[in-house]
Structure formats: structure tokens, C-alpha cells
């Protein structure tokens, strides 16, 4: 909208005809012009012209403010950066009007100020037009004010267009100074806002979006809003991240919604991880390929050191074999990863030892639990059991015998196996209540009343239901049987704890009970059990107590050589406990809010950073709260703690799973990283 301005030729007083022009004063007249006015030759007619308009070369030209001669002043040109300052209106007989300066394209300008009062009022001149975000706090003039008329408004200080001037007559001038401004500029920078803005933060990524638009971060993070706006954000991560919550004024991982009264801020915190679909996070170390893996419907999950076990989609248990370790991850996958020269971890590939998590060869879901020997392994999955690795004395219990880089599926046990467990060279597992054992039966292993191996399970006489858990130690094993223990086997250093010597057996030289013989004192209260090589221990109540080969220290009650053939109390954990484990001369409890490990520690076994074999439980160094499974191999250990395997030790092969080649740890590595 163009300013309304009277475009004159700066005339305001007019001369005699036949005057001569250039002269202030004329040839056949004394009447002379105004002063600041010449007389110049306009179209044929002499006539008095401004002084500031009658510098052009050319007679009777019109000088624009540009510099410019121009015939008449609406052929002036517009300016490129920023109009001039219109003049003042000059006195004439109905009231002069000025004009505002032209309108800029790029920057504002000062307009010029209104006409002098006339005769009969005249009409005040527009304000100069601000484009393009001019940056002009200079008013308009205000118009001239008419006969009898209001004086017209002056425009406003801000970057707006001046108020229209009087009008001519008796008429009221009419002020526009307070009527909106259609224009786009002013409608982009008049209106006060306040800004808000997000910031995003962690290792993942994903877009904040606003209603009303405005943000869109992704690129744009910031953006400004009309005070007293409820802005409502709303926030969703990318496929290989979680967006884990607002920080304050919000705060959940629902819409956000700030009212701007003033300049605000909020945070928006993305992880790198997949939903897993119960509101779990898994931020750990992501897997080569950088992609979500599915473990259950509706599940999914990365290659992570960090898995939450309560969602199924992370490691729910782990098994310690003499050099080799495994966990069932994914929700009912197994991987394994140390010794592997006979075939233990599974992966169906070359017998090379791995420092890293490998995929058991076609378990990838439905394993509910993994035990682990001292060179093979077993599974029970959706209900059977299936075996790989050494089966040099029928320890993978399928016929024909022989060893497998693969899980071969035993096939009297295809359903019904509640627990399972391995040993040096033999197996047992909870069949339906009652237990059922296979491989190495040299001292009675096997339990059914004889010392002759069996690549088929064979049950173990006496216990045909009532069976709650078994432990499968070097040639003895255990039951907890209705709430006592039951033990059969090897028990030459007192593993059986029966507090008696047994009957002469078949191999005098283990001093073997072929049967199930009840553990001293043991009859009720036992939770668990766990067989070492040559002892044993039991969970009974909240306390744990030992007995057999103590010279380690692996009975825990302060002394060292003196095997016990009943149990004793370790010292210090009278209550307390809810889970024990066994290796092959060490072993340890969850303890509250901890784990505790005694006996043999020449390979830093008892993660206490010491390689001093202790007859007491010393804490583990570095493990607090969160601590849910523990597992004992022969000079290693294992915890499941807060989703993570951490494991200490021996690493002789790799057992540790932490890619490092270094022999030992003496305090808990860094988490394993599955695939």
C-alpha cells in the first residue's frame, strides 16, 4: 500500500506570463516570487520553482531527492536501501501537503512531517512505508490539520507505516496509527514473543516436534511463541534409540506441555537402544551390525552389555565350566565364549577359544537354562535337554557316543526337565520331580547303584519325585529331596556329608556311596545346593553351610586342611544369602546387596584383588546392589549383575568374555558384550 501524497512539482506560487525566466523577480511585473523561489520557463509559462527543485540541468526538470532530473516527481525512483526524508509542506493558498519519503526495499524510513496549516487545511502526509524488517523507532509526521478539522495522527515509533494525515475541509482527520498492519513484516516481528527451546541430549536420537508448529528438532530446536501459549511437545526416537524422558519443567516419556510466560527450556534425553516393550531401557555397547535383533514378540533387542532380564530379552542365567562360559540372552538364545577345543561353546564352527559371546548353533530361542561341565555343555530347551562338546564318557547322553561342535537333543529327555546340572564328566537333571543322571559313573556318579558308565540317563535310585534342584561336582553329586539334601558318589574327602564312612563300594578308592545318603543334619529347610569338585554346600534358610575338601579354605569356616564330613557353618553368613555357587575349589554367596567368595583365590577366583586364597568370605570388589545369579567354574567366576555379566578370574581361554587377552582379573572385568 503506497503512502496518499499530493505528488506536486514542488510549485507554490505562480508568476505573470512573459516573465523572464531565471530572474527572482519578472521582466513586465515588479511583483516578485517568494523567497527560497526563482522563476523558470515551465512548459511555455514562466513561473516561480523551488530553489531546492530547480538545480537540474535542463529548465523546467524536476530534481528528485535521489539526485535525479525527472520530468514530474512520480517519476522519481523508488530507493534501493532505505528511503529519504520527506519534506515539510510549504504554505499555499488551500494548505500544502508534504509527502512521506519513499519506501525503502530493504530497510525503513523516517517519514516526513505534515503539511503546514492552509486556508482551508490540507492534507497531512503519509508516513514513509517500512519494508523488509526496516529497523526505523523514528515517528511519522503527524498530519496537517484542516479547516475546522482534526489534526491528523502521527505514526507509530515501531516498525509500522505513519498515520494518514488530516483531511481537506471541515472534515475530522482520521487516525490510523492504531489500526493493525496488514503487512507481512509487521506481522513476523511486531507482535512480542517468548522462546522456547529443546535440548536434546544422549546417546541416541530422535525428533521433538511442537503444537503449535514452530519446533522441529531434528533442525530447528528453538522457536518463539505468543506469550501465555501452551506449546505442547511431543517426542520420538529413532529405530535405534529409546527416548528415556523430559528433564524439568517436565519430566516421563509422555507429551510435554509448557505455557510461555517467559523464555523456557527443556531437555529431551535419547539412548541408543531398541524398545523392548515393557517400558525397559537396554543402553549398553551395541553390536557390530548396529541393529535391533527380535528375542520375543513384540521384543526386541541390540547386541548389548547391558540386557534387562525382567523383559526376557536378557541374560536370565549363566554357567561356569572349568574354561568356558555360557548364558541364555535374548529370550531363549545361548551363547557361549572361552575354551573350545572340544567343542563346548556350540558354535558349530572351528574348536578356536573366543573371548567373545558366540551363538550357539541353532538356539536362538526357547532355552530356559545352560549348565556347563568341565569341557561340554547342556540346555534345557522348551522342556528337553540338548547337549554339545566332549563326550568322552557319554556326557552328552545320546547314542552312538561322540563328540559335537553342535547341540545333539537327548532323546529320552525331550520334556518334563525342570533343573539340570554338570559336572566333571557326568550330568543330572529334575525329571518330573525325581532325577535322572548320564555320563562318568567311575565312583557311583550316576547314583542307581553302580559304577558303569551310561551315555543314556538312568535314574537315580530313590528319588523318583520330591526333587526341588540337583548339583553335579567331579564324581560326587547332590539333591535337595523335600527340603533336605541327599548326596551320592566319590567321598573320599567327606563330600557326601553323612558323617559316616560308607559301605564298602565297587571302587574302594573313592570311598563311594553308590546311592543316595542323607547329608547330616539336613533334613528340612535347604533352598539349594551346590557340588564344588570335592565338597559341597547348601543354602538352608538364609545362612550357608559346607562340608568335604577344605584345603583351600573352601569351607569357609576359618580353617584350612581339615576336611568335614558334616556340614559347618561359614563364617559370617548366617543369613542373608540368596544364592551360592560352587567351582572347583572356591565358592561363593549373593549376600544382601553383594557377592561373597572364599577358598582357593591363586587366579584372583574371589575378585577380592588379591591372588591369597582366604578360609573366610571376603566381598567382592566394585559389586553392589543388583546382583541376581552367580556361577563358579574351576578358576573363574560369574555374576549376572543389574543385566550385565561381569566375570573375574582366570582367563587363560577367554572365559572372562570381556575381548581381552589379558591371564587374569583380579576384580570383576568389564561386562561380557553379546552378539
Known amino acids: 500500500?503506497?503512502?496518499?501524497?499530493?505528488?506536486?512539482?514542488?510549485?507554490?506560487?505562480?508568476?505573470?506570463?512573459?516573465?523572464?525566466?531565471?530572474?527572482?523577480?519578472?521582466?513586465?511585473?515588479?511583483?516578485?516570487?517568494?523567497?527560497?523561489?526563482?522563476?523558470?520557463?515551465?512548459?511555455?509559462?514562466?513561473?516561480?520553482?523551488?530553489?531546492?527543485?530547480?538545480?537540474?540541468?535542463?529548465?523546467?526538470?524536476?530534481?528528485?531527492?535521489?539526485?535525479?532530473?525527472?520530468?514530474?516527481?512520480?517519476?522519481?525512483?523508488?530507493?534501493?536501501?532505505?528511503?529519504?526524508?520527506?519534506?515539510?509542506?510549504?504554505?499555499?493558498?488551500?494548505?500544502?501537503?508534504?509527502?512521506?519519503?519513499?519506501?525503502?526495499?530493504?530497510?525503513?524510513?523516517?517519514?516526513?512531517?505534515?503539511?503546514?496549516?492552509?486556508?482551508?487545511?490540507?492534507?497531512?502526509?503519509?508516513?514513509?512505508?517500512?519494508?523488509?524488517?526496516?529497523?526505523?523507532?523514528?515517528?511519522?509526521?503527524?498530519?496537517?490539520?484542516?479547516?475546522?478539522?482534526?489534526?491528523?495522527?502521527?505514526?507509530?515509533?515501531?516498525?509500522?507505516?505513519?498515520?494518514?494525515?488530516?483531511?481537506?475541509?471541515?472534515?475530522?482527520?482520521?487516525?490510523?496509527?492504531?489500526?493493525?498492519?496488514?503487512?507481512?513484516?509487521?506481522?513476523?516481528?511486531?507482535?512480542?514473543?517468548?522462546?522456547?527451546?529443546?535440548?536434546?541430549?544422549?546417546?541416541?536420537?530422535?525428533?521433538?516436534?511442537?503444537?503449535?508448529?514452530?519446533?522441529?528438532?531434528?533442525?530447528?530446536?528453538?522457536?518463539?511463541?505468543?506469550?501465555?501459549?501452551?506449546?505442547?511437545?511431543?517426542?520420538?526416537?529413532?529405530?535405534?534409540?529409546?527416548?528415556?524422558?523430559?528433564?524439568?519443567?517436565?519430566?516421563?516419556?509422555?507429551?510435554?506441555?509448557?505455557?510461555?510466560?517467559?523464555?523456557?527450556?527443556?531437555?529431551?534425553?535419547?539412548?541408543?537402544?531398541?524398545?523392548?516393550?515393557?517400558?525397559?531401557?537396554?543402553?549398553?555397547?551395541?553390536?557390530?551390525?548396529?541393529?535391533?535383533?527380535?528375542?520375543?514378540?513384540?521384543?526386541?533387542?541390540?547386541?548389548?552389555?547391558?540386557?534387562?532380564?525382567?523383559?526376557?530379552?536378557?541374560?536370565?542365567?549363566?554357567?561356569?565350566?572349568?574354561?568356558?562360559?555360557?548364558?541364555?540372552?535374548?529370550?531363549?538364545?545361548?551363547?557361549?565364549?572361552?575354551?573350545?577345543?572340544?567343542?563346548?561353546?556350540?558354535?558349530?564352527?572351528?574348536?578356536a577359544d573366543t573371548s567373545l559371546p558366540v551363538q550357539v548353533f541353532g538356539l536362538t530361542t526357547g532355552a530356559q537354562s545352560v549348565v556347563a561341565g568341565s569341557k561340554f555343555t547342556c540346555a534345557v530347551v522348551s522342556g528337553g535337554v540338548q547337549c554339545w562338546g566332549d563326550d568322552g564318557f557319554g556326557a552328552l547322553g545320546y547314542n552312538p557316543p561322540g563328540s559335537s561342535p553342535a547341540p545333539v537333543r537327548i532323546s529320552s529327555l525331550s520334556s518334563g526337565v525342570e533343573k539340570i546340572s554338570a559336572g566333571w564328566q557326568h550330568a543330572c537333571a529334575v525329571v518330573s520331580g525325581g532325577v535322572k543322571c548320564w555320563g562318568d559313573n567311575m565312583a557311583g556318579d550316576l547314583g542307581n547303584n553302580s559304577t558303569v558308565t551310561s551315555s543314556a540317563p538312568v535314574q537315580v535310585d530313590g528319588i523318583t519325585a520330591g526333587a526341588q534342584s540337583v548339583a553335579a561336582g567331579f564324581y560326587h553329586s547332590c539333591a535337595v529331596v523335600n527340603g533336605g539334601v541327599q548326596c551320592w558318589g566319590g567321598n573320599q574327602y567327606g563330600q557326601l556329608g553323612n558323617n559316616s564312612p560308607p559301605p564298602v563300594s565297587a571302587n574302594p578308592d573313592f570311598n563311594s556311596s553308590l546311592v543316595p545318603a542323607q547329608v547330616y543334619g539336613l533334613t528340612s529347610g535347604v533352598r539349594a545346593v551346590a557340588a564344588g569338585d570335592n565338597f559341597a554346600c547348601a543354602l538352608v534358610g538364609t545362612g550357608v553351610w559346607c562340608w568335604g575338601d577344605n584345603s583351600g579354605g573352601a569351607l569357609g569356616n576359618n580353617s584350612l586342611g581339615n576336611n568335614s564330613f558334616v556340614p559347618v557353618q561359614v563364617n559370617g553368613l548366617g543369613s542373608g544369602v540368596t544364592a551360592i555357587a560352587a567351582g572347583a575349589g572356591h565358592a561363593c554367596a549373593i549376600v544382601g546387596t553383594g557377592v561373597w567368595c572364599w577358598g582357593y583365590g591363586v587366579s584372583g577366583q574371589l575378585g577380592n584383588n588379591s591372588t591369597t586364597s582366604s578360609p573366610v568370605p571376603v566381598a567382592v570388589n566394585g559389586l553392589g546392589a543388583g546382583v541376581t545369579a552367580i556361577a563358579a567354574g574351576a578358576a573363574h567366576t560369574c555374576a549376572l549383575v543389574n543385566g550385565n555379566v561381569r566375570c573375574w578370574g582366570s582367563n587363560s581361554k577367554g572365559q572372562l568374555g570381556n575381548n581381552s587377552t589379558e591371564p587374569t582379573s583380579l576384580v570383576p572385568a568389564d561386562p561380557v558384550v553379546f552378539q
Open 1 to 351: 500500500m503506497r503512502r496518499i501524497a499530493i505528488a506536486l512539482l514542488a510549485i507554490t506560487a505562480a508568476c505573470q506570463p512573459n516573465y523572464k525566466s531565471g530572474k527572482t523577480k519578472c521582466a513586465s511585473s515588479d511583483q516578485s516570487c517568494p523567497t527560497g523561489f526563482i522563476c523558470q520557463n515551465v512548459a511555455l509559462v514562466d513561473v516561480c520553482v523551488d530553489l531546492s527543485t530547480a538545480n537540474c540541468a535542463v529548465p523546467g526538470k524536476y530534481k528528485c531527492s535521489s539526485g535525479d532530473c525527472v520530468g514530474k516527481k512520480s517519476e522519481c525512483p523508488s530507493s534501493g536501501s532505505g528511503g529519504a526524508v520527506g519534506g515539510d509542506g510549504g504554505l499555499g493558498g488551500t494548505g500544502g501537503a508534504s509527502s512521506g519519503g519513499d519506501t525503502s526495499s530493504t530497510g525503513g524510513i523516517v517519514a516526513g512531517s505534515g503539511g503546514v496549516v492552509g486556508i482551508d487545511g490540507g492534507v497531512g502526509a503519509t508516513g514513509g512505508a517500512v519494508s523488509n524488517g526496516g529497523n526505523s523507532v523514528v515517528s511519522s509526521g503527524a498530519g496537517g490539520a484542516g479547516k475546522g478539522g482534526d489534526a491528523g495522527s502521527g505514526g507509530r515509533s515501531d516498525l509500522s507505516t505513519g498515520g494518514t494525515g488530516g483531511s481537506i475541509g471541515k472534515d475530522a482527520g482520521v487516525d490510523k496509527s492504531s489500526q493493525p498492519d496488514v503487512t507481512p513484516d509487521r506481522l513476523a516481528t511486531d507482535a512480542p514473543t517468548v522462546v522456547l527451546t529443546v535440548s536434546k541430549t544422549g546417546t541416541g536420537g530422535g525428533i521433538v516436534a511442537s503444537n503449535p508448529a514452530g519446533i522441529d528438532c531434528g533442525s530447528q530446536c528453538s522457536a518463539a511463541f505468543a506469550p501465555s501459549t501452551p506449546v505442547e511437545l511431543t517426542a520420538n526416537s529413532n529405530a535405534t534409540s529409546i527416548f528415556t524422558g523430559w528433564s524439568a519443567p517436565c519430566s516421563g516419556t509422555g507429551t510435554c506441555t509448557v505455557t510461555m510466560s517467559q523464555a523456557a527450556s527443556v531437555g529431551a534425553s535419547f539412548v541408543f537402544g531398541c524398545d523392548v516393550g515393557t517400558g525397559a531401557v537396554e543402553n549398553g555397547a551395541k553390536n557390530p551390525n548396529n541393529a535391533c535383533q527380535t528375542c520375543q514378540p513384540n521384543k526386541t533387542t541390540k547386541g548389548w552389555s547391558n540386557l534387562t532380564s525382567a523383559t526376557g530379552c536378557g541374560p536370565t542365567v549363566i554357567a561356569a565350566g572349568n574354561a568356558h562360559t555360557c548364558a541364555v540372552v535374548h529370550g531363549g538364545a545361548v551363547q557361549c565364549w572361552g575354551a573350545n577345543l572340544s567343542g563346548q561353546l556350540g558354535d558349530n564352527a572351528s574348536n
